[in-house]
C-alpha cells in the first residue's frame, strides 16, 4: 500500500488507522512533518523507521494527541482511527476509543508499585474490579518477570522491567491498537528480542495492531508486516518489510551493509552515492 494511497483504498483494505497528509508545527513557527501519509493494518504491526529527529515521535504524539502539551499543531490533513476523524480528541477520549502510546523513555511513575503502575492504565475503564483483576493476570502472564516484581517500585526496576511495565499499563486499557516509541532504546539486545516477542505474541493472540517507531531498522523490519521509512519529516519510502530488509538503500544507510558486504561506520556517514529518494 502506497503512502500516498487514497483515503477511501486505504479503508477498504481495513486499515485501522489512517494518516493523511498532515502537517505539525511547533511554536506557530516550527514545520516538523511535511505532507506525511501512512496506513496501519488491522491487526498488523507496523514499523515507522529512521534515524534520531526523523520526526518519528512528534507523528506518534500527533495521532496520540500529546502534541498539544509541547505546543504543536496537526494544520494540515486529518487522522482516522476506524474510519472516525481523531485530531481533535483528547487524548483521554482516544484512549477509551481504544489507541494509546506507549511513551519513549520507558516513562513509569517511579514512587509507584509495578502492579499500581499497571492499575492506573485501566483508569478509562468503567467494567468492573473484577474484569480489570482477569486483565492483569493475563498482563502477567505475557510478563512473568512483573508479577515477581509486582511489589516493587518501579524506579527500582531494571529498564526492560519498566519497559515492559510500561507496554503493560497500555495492555489495561483494553487496547485495539498501541502506538510503540522505541522499544528497544537503552535496552541490552537481549531484553530487546524478548520485548519484540512479547509484542508478536501480543499482535497474534491478542489481535492488538501495532505502529512501532524505531531506530533499530534491523529488529523492526524482522517483526513488522509493512514499513515507512522517515526523513526530515518526510515519509521517503515504504514497502512490505521483507521488501525493505533486500531494499539496498536501506541495507546501505540503515543496516551498514553495502553491495560489497557490511560497511564500516566512516563509510556510511560519508555517503559516497545519493539515496535514491532524495
Request: proline share 3%.
Amino acid at each position: 500500500m502506497s503512502a500516498t494511497q487514497p483515503l477511501a483504498t486505504a479503508a477498504a483494505e481495513g486499515a485501522i488507522l489512517s494518516v493523511n497528509n498532515i502537517e505539525v508545527i511547533y511554536d506557530h513557527v516550527i514545520l516538523v512533518l511535511k505532507g506525511v501519509s501512512l496506513d496501519v493494518p488491522k491487526g498488523k504491526i507496523t514499523a515507522l523507521l529512521g534515524a534520531n529527529g526523523a520526526g518519528k515521535t512528534t507523528t506518534l504524539k500527533a495521532i496520540s494527541n500529546l502534541l498539544h502539551a509541547e505546543r504543536g499543531d496537526v494544520t494540515k490533513g486529518n487522522i482516522l482511527f476506524e474510519g472516525d476523524e481523531v485530531q481533535d480528541l483528547s487524548p483521554n477520549e482516544l484512549v477509551k476509543r481504544g489507541c494509546i502510546q506507549v511513551m519513549e523513555g520507558r516513562h513509569c511513575f517511579g514512587h509507584l508499585s509495578v502492579e499500581d503502575n499497571l492499575l492506573t492504565g485501566a483508569f478509562t475503564r468503567r467494567d468492573g474490579s473484577a474484569a480489570v483483576r482477569r486483565d492483569l493476570e493475563m498482563v502477567y502472564e505475557y510478563f512473568p518477570r512483573l508479577k515477581v516484581r509486582r511489589s516493587s517500585q518501579a524506579g527500582y526496576t531494571s529498564g526492560g522491567e519498566q519497559q515492559m511495565t510500561a507496554i503493560g499499563r497500555a495492555l489495561m486499557s483494553r487496547p485495539k491498537m498501541i502506538l510503540l516509541d522505541e522499544p528497544s532504546m537503552g535496552l541490552a539486545p537481549q531484553l530487546v528480542e524478548e520485548i519484540f516477542e512479547i509484542v508478536r505474541k501480543l499482535n497474534e493472540d491478542q489481535g492488538v495492531s501495532f505502529l512501532l517507531a524505531e531506530q533499530n531498522t534491523n529488529i523492526a523490519l524482522r517483526y513488522a508486516k509493512y514499513g515507512y521509512i522517515m526523513e526530515n519529516g518526510r515519509i521517503v519510502l515504504d514497502g512490505d518489510a521483507a521488501e525493505l530488509r533486500e531494499n539496498e538503500d536501506v541495507k546501505e544507510f540503515y543496516l551498514g551493509v553495502g553491495g560489497e558486504g557490511r560497511r564500516s561506520f566512516k563509510d556510511v556517514k560519508h555517503y559516497k552515492r545519493r539515496k535514491r529518494w532524495l
